[in-house]
């Protein structure tokens, strides 16, 4: 085994965005650093430069695991630091460390917080998977699950592959789309889906956003700060939490239209209206706006084991109480299964819950192989 020649950079406090060379996550710390062979490397754990250190090629990830977590938002991260307290070997995979609460600007219903922010909250899991249980992880799209020799093989979107004897989908939702004229033209550029961070664009003038639910709601709210007029849209009544609705129905420059379909985004160059119709009605309305958030659901990203495991009407993976699905070794948690409530607390519940069954499931099968080979002598 050849040893690189390297020097450790163990606390340099500057600010820098490199990819770790193992988990392939983008890093803004200097804190995990070191030469090797000339070159300078990041990492985002002391965890990962470890890894890096002992392995003699760059490729330094295992092939087989016990467990494998697909998904890195609230479910998929909590089932991690679990899956590493419980010892097993485990491995992450996701496209981002996150997931959908990431663009939670205020999160009230956490238990331990009063308010905090998406980002601060999953800064704090994050932290607590790579840095205080550290579990092999990495930044990238699974593409495929087969059923393989008794387990399973995954493959990513870089035709790695994988093999576990178990696995955890935590693959979340994604956000629906509105599917009217001139929603594609203006993709990102003066539509959005949910919330974002910068609304500078919509500053002093107005903006539309479009759904019922908690997450239309935020918007409004930020929104507020910076937009002329607010055109809050929905095809049913508010279903947000009463308290929110309460809250923004206080807003002086909010417009509400209930019962109320859009029909039709339009602009040259920009975005510059929104066309709306009363349920029902011929009648077209037409809203100046410079700016569209659409917050109107998501949709299950079940796709990847919709030919294994059994889901319901919505596309969701249907599991049992201790999130095992219809398909032996695959366990499902969070909003990608039929589970009551789309919450982040629910989420991790569920991760930590599918963690501690998935190792039950590897106990039981280590158990049978020993009682199989005394049966066989
Ligand atoms: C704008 C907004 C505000 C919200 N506010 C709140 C709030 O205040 N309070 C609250 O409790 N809840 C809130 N929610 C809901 C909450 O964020 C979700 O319930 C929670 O994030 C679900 O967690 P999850 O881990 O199941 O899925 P997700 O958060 O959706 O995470 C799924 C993960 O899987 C990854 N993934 C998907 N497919 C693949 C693949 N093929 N390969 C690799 N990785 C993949 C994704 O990249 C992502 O990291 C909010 C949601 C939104 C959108």
């Known amino acids: 085994m ?32 070191l030469v090797s062979n000339g070159k300078r490397y990041y990492f985002c754990s002391e965890g990962c430069l470890e890894k890096f250190r002992n392995s003699p090629s ?42 959908q609460a990431i663009d939670s600007t205020k999160i009230e219903n956490y238990m331990g917080f009063d308010f905090i922010t998406g980002p601060e909250l999953i800064k704090k899991f994050q932290d607590q998977l790579i840095g205080s249980h550290y579990l092999d992880h990495l930044i990238g799209d699974v593409e495929l699950i087969e059923n393989y020799n008794g387990g399973f093989k995954i493959t990513t979107s870089d035709l790695k592959k994988y093999r576990s004897k178990t696995i955890i989908v935590s693959s979340g939702m994604k956000k ?9 033209k203006f993709q990102r550029k003066g539509i959005f889906y949910g919330n974002i961070q910068d609304l500078s664009f919509v500053q002093d003038c107005d903006a539309v956003v479009v759904g019922g639910g908690n997450t239309a709601m935020q918007i409004v709210e930020n929104l507020n700060m910076v937009a002329r007029k607010i055109y809050l849209v929905s095809d049913i009544k508010l279903t947000a939490d009463a308290v929110l609705i309460e809250r923004i129905r206080q807003i002086k420059n909010l417009v509400l239209f209930e019962n109320c379909k859009v029909v039709q985004i339009s602009g040259s160059k920009v975005l510059s209206s929104i066309t709306i119709r009363k349920k029902g009605e011929k009648k077209h309305t037409t809203l100046p706006v410079c700016g569209v958030f659409a917050a109107i659901g998501s949709s299950p990203n079940s796709t990847l084991v ?15 109480n201790d999130c095992s699905t219809s398909f032996p070794g695959i366990f499902a948690a969070g909003d990608v299964t039929n589970t009551f409530g789309k919450r982040i607390i629910i989420a991790a519940g569920e991760g930590a819950k599918a963690a501690i069954a ?17 049966t066989v002598k």
Do not use: W
């Open 306 to 320: 919709n030919e294994l495991v059994a889901l319901n009407d919505h596309g969701e993976i249907i599991i049992n």
């Open 176 to 184: 629906r789309k509105l599917n009217i004229t001139g929603e594609e």
């Open 2 to 33: 050849k040893k690189r020649k390297e020097i450790l950079y163990p606390n340099a406090k500057d600010s820098v965005l490199n990819k770790d060379p193992v988990c392939c996550m983008q890093v803004d710390t200097r804190k995990f650093t």
């Open 58 to 99: 760059e490729y330094v990830l295992d092939k087989d695991y016990d467990l494998i977590i697909i998904g890195g938002g609230p479910a998929g991260l909590t089932a991690g630091v679990y899956a590493s307290i419980h010892k097993m070997k485990a491995f992450l995979i996701s496209d981002d460390l996150g997931g």
């Open 358 to 374: 998935a190792k039950q499931y590897i106990v039981n099968l280590k158990k049978k192989e020993i009682k199989d080979n005394v």
